[in-house]
């Protein structure tokens, strides 16, 4: 039987995966922040960074109750996300641009969150998969209503 501190090789593939995602969104947040001058865009988005930062960890500590080694660098895939990023800021795109971007970046962190728990839904590690879960979709309903406002007042 699977506990907190024997993991299976899915469960510990799918923490790591996990463990890159919060990564790669708290880069892109650290960019999009860089980007604004827009003081509720930037209240949210590092208070959302935060939350990341905080789930990253607590994916690492797993990872480390079983005595393996995580990753925590971002992916190569979230750095092309943040180039096109500062790219569209670059040609004018704006908050809104800004904060769609971070709206983007949240859909693929639920997704993510998502996936795991279709694919591990008895893992000992649900109730974790589970609070992040609702932690991520949450703030990704913030972003997109903050995204919303943005636009209906442009």
């Known amino acids: ?3 907190k501190t024997t993991l299976d090789a899915d469960t ?14 708290r880069d892109g947040l650290r960019d999009a922040v860089a980007q604004t001058e ?3 865009v930037t209240h949210l988005l590092k208070e959302v960074e935060t939350e990341r930062v905080k789930q990253a960890e607590d994916l ?6 079983n ?3 995580a990753r925590t660098s971002g992916s190569t895939a ?11 800021s670059a040609v004018g ?3 809104v641009a800004i904060i769609s971007e971070a709206e983007r970046g949240e859909d693929k962190i639920v997704e993510a969150y998502e996936n795991a728990m279709k694919k591990n839904p008895a893992s000992a590690v649900s109730d974790v998969i589970h609070r992040h879960y609702r932690a991520v ?5 913030r972003v997109r209503n903050l995204r919303d406002q943005l636009a209906n007042a442009s």
């Open 67 to 69: 005595h393996e080694h």
């Open 137 to 141: 979709k949450s703030a990704h309903d």
């Open 78 to 88: 979230a750095a092309v996300h943040r180039a096109w990023m500062d790219i569209r």
């Open 12 to 25: 510990l593939d799918m923490i790591q995966d996990l463990i890159q995602i919060n990564v790669d969104s």
């Open 38 to 40: 827009n003081s509720a």
């Open 1 to 3: 039987m699977e506990t």
């Open 60 to 65: 690492v500590a797993l990872m480390e109750n």
């Open 93 to 95: 795109g704006g908050d």
